[in-house]
Every structure is written in structure tokens, then in C-alpha cells.
């Protein structure tokens, strides 16, 4: 009877110690991400997301040991999504601000962006008179919830004369662009040029604007998933080191030939078709798990 007992009971300790690895190797979390918004995020014509923001974070749960699964939401969206526990992370170019750092918690930052003003190609126009509302329409675009729009926002806040006109995404601001309903649009400078190749013989960059804004994940507010210290540490990993400098300033230090690295360069000089094409056939092995394989992969793809 004694040795019945001892069977059940370490037929018990088995049970839960299976139960704890199953809820573990099942630990799914909901990333939100505004879509397409090449090259950070994009979709293949099939409906799969990628780009440089998407599988830098599938290299960090593949990193930190959890799976994630992606979900289009509007970008203005994304915040209160997180925020209310909807979504569990955010992944979509999202500069980190004060304002936001109230409703929501940051990782340390993985990017280093500044905003570019994209014009028609050949226009009179140049940035500081697109941006002084000098254009035949008189009008600049930006997506809404973006520090592209807070900043045009500030600049009528000023007294400049010029109309606003808000987005739900940057691909359709573009296009009014290219059909001259507005005069410009101010936009992340590496997804202008994304931008710019998709209408090289139309559109082209008057002028950047040093604005110096960091890129980071957001989860929700006091991280009750403890994903933060997880992603962090998964970047330093992935080989990103940042460091403090004076007055606030951050210097993002990426490691050569590290995943970041490999990233970068996939997604920030080929062409968006390319990458594009390169991914339909690589996707496999970052779905899968397999990221060496699948930067491996892209970069012998884009003859990189």
C-alpha cells in the first residue's frame, strides 16, 4: 500500500511538472503593429508580415524563449490596445516619448530615426518653404499618432500657416502625395525612402530634420508579463549595446555580423521587392525557429 502511494504521488510530481513545461512552451504573446509601413513592417501578397521591426522581434522571443503572434492594428490604435491588455507588445516604430511613457513602459531603444520632408520630384518646392505652407495646396500630410504629425502640429502651434492633414496610414498619405492633393509629407527618414523607391521618377526627400527620436517596444504600463528585462536582454544578445552619453543622448551601438546587424542590412538598402522576394522564400526558417538559417538565407537571397 505504501509503494501505491509512493507511485502516486510521483505520478502527481510528473503531472504538474508536465503542466508547468506545457504552459511554458506554449507562452504565446500578442504583438500590435501598424501594417504596411515599409521597411519596418510589410506584408507579402499572400497576407504574412514581415520587415525589419516584425523580425527583430521574432529574434527576440526566438531569443528569449517565447513565441509571438502579430496582429495588424491601426497605429494610432496600438497604445490603448497595449495599454488595456489586448495586445501584450507593440512593434511598430514607435519613438519614445514622455507622453507616452505615461500610459505605457519602453524597452531600450533599437533604433535611431529622424524625420525626412518627401515633395514631388521637380517641384519649386524645397523644406522650408513646403514646410512654411508655401505649396500650391498649402497642405502637408503625416500619419495620425506619429511624432511626424506632432511635429507639424507644433510648427502651426507657432504661428506657420500651413494645413495639416492626418492619416490613418503613411502609404495613403504618400499616394496623396503623387496625386497632388498635398505638398508634402513628413515621415521617418528610412521609411521616406521606402517610400521614394516605390515612386522614384515622382518623389524625392527636400530635407531631414534632425529630431533624434528612438525607437522602442512598448508593453503595457508596470510590465505585468515581466517582458521587458526578457526583450532587453534578448537585444544585447541580438548585439545591440546602448550607452549613455551627456544630456540625455543615447548611443546605440550595434555589434558587426550580429543579428541586428544582419538585419539592418537586409531591410535598409535592397529593394523593398527584393527583400520582399527574399522573404517569401526564407520565411520558413524564422517562422520555424531557425534564425541563423533564415538570415543566412536572405543575405545569400539579396547577394549580400
Given at each position: 500500500m505504501r509503494g501505491g502511494c509512493r507511485v502516486v504521488a510521483v505520478a502527481a510530481v510528473l503531472l504538474v511538472l508536465f503542466s508547468a513545461w506545457a504552459a511554458v512552451a506554449q507562452e504565446t504573446y500578442t504583438v500590435a503593429s501598424d501594417i504596411p509601413w515599409a521597411p519596418f513592417e510589410m506584408i507579402t501578397e499572400g497576407g504574412e508580415f514581415f520587415g525589419f521591426d516584425l523580425d527583430l522581434i521574432r529574434a527576440v522571443a526566438i531569443t528569449a524563449g517565447f513565441e509571438v503572434e502579430i496582429q495588424n492594428i491601426a497605429f494610432d490604435a496600438i497604445i490603448e490596445t497595449v495599454r488595456t491588455g489586448r495586445a501584450d507588445i507593440g512593434a511598430s516604430g514607435f519613438t519614445?516619448?514622455?507622453?507616452r511613457e505615461a500610459s505605457v513602459d519602453f524597452s531600450i531603444p533599437y533604433y535611431l530615426s529622424n524625420q525626412a520632408v518627401v515633395i514631388q520630384k521637380g517641384s519649386d518646392l524645397n523644406i522650408v518653404t513646403a514646410l512654411a505652407g508655401l505649396g500650391p495646396n498649402r497642405a502637408v500630410g503625416a500619419q495620425n499618432g506619429t511624432t511626424g504629425l506632432w511635429w507639424v502640429e507644433a510648427l502651426q502651434e507657432s504661428g506657420v500657416d500651413i494645413t495639416l492633414r492626418g492619416y490613418e496610414t503613411y502609404p495613403a498619405a504618400i499616394l496623396d502625395l503623387v496625386n497632388?492633393?498635398?505638398?508634402?509629407?513628413?515621415?521617418?527618414?528610412?521609411?521616406?525612402?521606402?517610400?521614394?523607391?516605390?515612386?522614384?521618377?515622382?518623389?524625392?526627400?527636400?530635407?531631414?530634420?534632425?529630431?533624434?527620436?528612438?525607437?522602442?517596444?512598448?508593453?503595457?504600463?508596470?510590465?505585468?508579463?515581466?517582458?521587458?528585462?526578457?526583450?532587453?536582454?534578448?537585444l544585447g544578445t541580438?548585439?545591440?549595446?546602448?550607452?549613455?552619453?551627456?544630456?540625455?543622448?543615447?548611443?546605440?551601438?550595434?555589434?558587426?555580423?550580429?543579428?541586428?546587424?544582419?538585419?539592418?542590412?537586409?531591410?535598409?538598402?535592397?529593394?523593398?521587392?527584393?527583400?520582399?522576394?527574399?522573404?517569401?522564400?526564407?520565411?520558413?526558417?524564422?517562422?520555424?525557429?531557425?534564425?541563423?538559417?533564415?538570415?543566412?538565407?536572405?543575405?545569400q537571397q539579396l547577394a549580400l
Amino acid at each position: 500500500m505504501r509503494g501505491g502511494c509512493r507511485v502516486v504521488a510521483v505520478a502527481a510530481v510528473l503531472l504538474v511538472l508536465f503542466s508547468a513545461w506545457a504552459a511554458v512552451a506554449q507562452e504565446t504573446y500578442t504583438v500590435a503593429s501598424d501594417i504596411p509601413w515599409a521597411p519596418f513592417e510589410m506584408i507579402t501578397e499572400g497576407g504574412e508580415f514581415f520587415g525589419f521591426d516584425l523580425d527583430l522581434i521574432r529574434a527576440v522571443a526566438i531569443t528569449a524563449g517565447f513565441e509571438v503572434e502579430i496582429q495588424n492594428i491601426a497605429f494610432d490604435a496600438i497604445i490603448e490596445t497595449v495599454r488595456t491588455g489586448r495586445a501584450d507588445i507593440g512593434a511598430s516604430g514607435f519613438t519614445i516619448t514622455p507622453e507616452r511613457e505615461a500610459s505605457v513602459d519602453f524597452s531600450i531603444p533599437y533604433y535611431l530615426s529622424n524625420q525626412a520632408v518627401v515633395i514631388q520630384k521637380g517641384s519649386d518646392l524645397n523644406i522650408v518653404t513646403a514646410l512654411a505652407g508655401l505649396g500650391p495646396n498649402r497642405a502637408v500630410g503625416a500619419q495620425n499618432g506619429t511624432t511626424g504629425l506632432w511635429w507639424v502640429e507644433a510648427l502651426q502651434e507657432s504661428g506657420v500657416d500651413i494645413t495639416l492633414r492626418g492619416y490613418e496610414t503613411y502609404p495613403a498619405a504618400i499616394l496623396d502625395l503623387v496625386n497632388g492633393r498635398i505638398d508634402a509629407v513628413v515621415q521617418d527618414e528610412p521609411a521616406s525612402a521606402a517610400s521614394i523607391s516605390s515612386y522614384p521618377d515622382l518623389l524625392a526627400v527636400a530635407g531631414i530634420i534632425n529630431t533624434n527620436e528612438y525607437f522602442g517596444f512598448l508593453v503595457r504600463e508596470g510590465d505585468p508579463e515581466g517582458l521587458l528585462p526578457r526583450i532587453n536582454a534578448a537585444l544585447g544578445t541580438l548585439g545591440l549595446t546602448v550607452v549613455e552619453g551627456p544630456g540625455g543622448m543615447q548611443e546605440l551601438i550595434v555589434e558587426e555580423g550580429s543579428v541586428i546587424d544582419d538585419l539592418l542590412a537586409i531591410y535598409f538598402g535592397p529593394d523593398t521587392e527584393d527583400i520582399t522576394a527574399a522573404w517569401t522564400q526564407c520565411r520558413d526558417r524564422i517562422l520555424g525557429g531557425d534564425l541563423e538559417g533564415f538570415l543566412d538565407c536572405m543575405k545569400q537571397q539579396l547577394a549580400l
